[in-house]
Nanobody
Framework: QVQLNESGGGLVQAGGSLRLSCAAS????????MGWFRQAPGKEREFVAR????????DYADIVKGRFAISRDNAKNTVFLQMNSLKPEDTAVYYC?????????????????WGQGTQVTVSS
């Protein structure tokens, strides 16, 4: 069982930046495919970005492409989400996700592990 610990959310003005972090703790220390989803009030959870186990593949939702960047540090089993040019519509709870496969699924119901979520609020 892996535990995901997120940090870095907060309140920022439109056009600003935030960096989210998520550390995966697991006794096997094997890398997980990891990524981020988000859920705004009244909306379904949606895929944001993912990175494969060894960082060779990175994918983004179209709505964040060019503004967000995902990266990982396998020595620490940690994934980061750098969010730039934030917009009010980016306001949501952001969830870290992990999967034991090579690449994280983009379907929320198929994700193996979730973090507790961190609130990101972008003011206009």
């Amino acid at each position: 069982q892996v535990q995901l610990n997120e940090s870095g959310g907060g309140l920022v003005q439109a056009g600003g930046s935030l960096r989210l972090s998520c550390a995966a703790s697991d006794h096997t220390f094997s890398p997980y495919a990891m990524g981020w989803f988000r859920q705004a009030p009244g909306k379904e959870r949606e895929f944001v970005a993912r990175v494969s186990r060894y960082g060779g593949t990175r994918d983004y939702a179209d709505i964040v492409k060019g503004r967000f960047a995902i990266s990982r540090d396998n020595a620490k089993n940690t994934v980061f989400l750098q969010m730039n040019s934030l917009k009010p519509e980016d306001t949501a709870v952001y969830y870290c996700a992990a999967d034991s496969g090579v690449v994280l699924t983009i379907v929320p119901d198929e994700v193996d592990y979730w973090g507790q979520g961190t609130q990101v609020t972008v003011s206009s």
